[in-house]
């Protein structure tokens, strides 16, 4: 996955701070207040997905030594994953979470892919992260996790009318540090990722709501709004 610069074996790069463009690329939403007020049982959910774009990618000063790639374990599917109903929806959710997380610490996005079907959204989110992996080392990984489930309900979006259940829980997130393979290339424009110069290994805690409907014996996920607490 990592290429030589030089015949030296040296890599030239920054260590930048990553962060999320709303959820590792999961999508703005303002308040719960909202998500509760358009997404009712078999009635409205927000009409559209949003997300930041990312933020100037700042902090590029030349390193000479070459940096140690994060050791990623993959994770393992949560029990209930196919048990249907609302507890194998709950549990697609935290798989989904895990999933994202291993993406993008990894490049590795088959399993998540399989999981996320807003077909614009995760097709950027896939885009993305092969983008960054392509451009930088991940050096200290990103950590998400679910925390508590606060409510699940049978809801239907609006306006591609897509009804499933709808599941609302609380998750941390703790940025994760990747640093460039070139300095000299050219940096490419992330719309599901942003990145920041600080050095800064706060978790912060959001809320977010997501959207599944039943695919055979398992749940794939259609929406997923989010935001910080």
Known sequence: MTTKLSTIGKWIGAAIVIVTASFLGFHTFNARAHANA???????????????????????????AEPTPAEITKPTPPPHLYAGGQIGAQATSQWYVDL?????????????????????????????????????????PI?????????IWDCTSTPDQ??????TFDYSEQSGTAIRKDNDATKPDYSTISFSSKSDEAVDHYEGTMLLVADGDTWVVKHFWTHKE
């Open 38 to 64: 358009e997404l009712q049982s078999g009635a409205q959910s927000p009409q559209s997905d949003s997300t930041e774009q990312s933020g100037p990618q700042s902090g590029d000063t030349p390193q000479s």
């Open 100 to 140: 994202w997380a291993y993406a993008f610490n990894t490049g590795n996005t088959e399993d998540f892919m399989k999981v996320c079907q807003n077909d614009d959204y995760c097709t950027r989110v896939n885009n993305d992260v092969q983008a960054l992996h392509a451009d930088r080392i991940v050096t200290r």
């Open 143 to 151: 950590t998400i996790k679910y925390l508590m489930t606060k409510e």
């Open 162 to 167: 897509i009804s499933g259940t709808c599941i």
